[in-house]
């Protein structure tokens, strides 16, 4: 999980504020090809591409929704907040999938949000593609830290998979000498960019 900038996209607020979309069940009556630009606005602009929450490299052609941080049964007055707009893969086990499953309200005290918290600050990862809380937090980060890995079920053992094989290939590039710069061009196109991040400080 990254940190992720919000740029609002001018053709979703505008169009929002024109209609005066602001209830919880119009989301679904939105228009289909502002739903598309939006998603596809968010995925590009704000999330390199990236899913919001596994940092695995998601495809536009594939299963992707726009995923509330914010479930809108539990807060539907954020239905329209630009900024609980994120993008991730459907029917996944992982992910937004496994968060809309299990996260009660009382749980986003404790949840990472990669909009408001900056998630470099609580996670690390272990050679064995592990995302785990960062040595040295304090007790309460540490369960925000656990809680969010839970929630997203980010050590899913694909996703620890995918991770434990992009972890080798650093190694094997610094391990050959490789400078810190050309293993970034070579991994410019790579998932788990906070992986990269964590072992190319």
Request: aromatic share 10%.
């Amino acid at each position: 999980m990254r940190k992720i900038n919000k740029i609002p996209c001018p053709k979703f607020v505008n169009h929002i504020s024109r209609n005066k979309l602001n209830k919880f069940n119009i989301w679904n009556k939105l228009d289909l090809n502002i739903k598309q630009k939006t998603r596809d606005y968010i995925l590009k602009e704000e999330q390199k591409g990236l899913s919001a929450y596994t940092e695995k490299r998601i495809e536009k052609s594939k299963k992707l929704h726009i995923d509330h941080f914010h479930k809108r049964d539990l807060y539907p007055q954020q239905t329209f907040d630009w900024d609980n707009l994120l993008v991730d893969e459907k029917e996944k086990p992982y992910g937004a999938d496994a968060k809309d499953k299990k996260i009660l309200k009382c749980d986003y005290k404790w949840v990472i949000n990669p909009v408001v918290d900056d998630p470099h600050q609580y996670f690390e990862y272990s050679a064995n593609g592990e995302i785990i809380p960062k040595i040295g937090l304090g007790k309460y980060e540490k369960k925000r830290a656990e809680k969010t890995i839970e929630i997203f079920n980010l050590n899913h053992s694909s996703l620890v998979d995918y991770r434990k094989t992009q972890y080798k290939h650093i190694h094997d590039y610094l391990d050959a000498g490789l400078p810190k710069q050309d293993i970034l061009s070579e991994l410019a196109e790579a998932p788990f960019l906070s992986l990269t991040e964590f072992l190319l400080p």
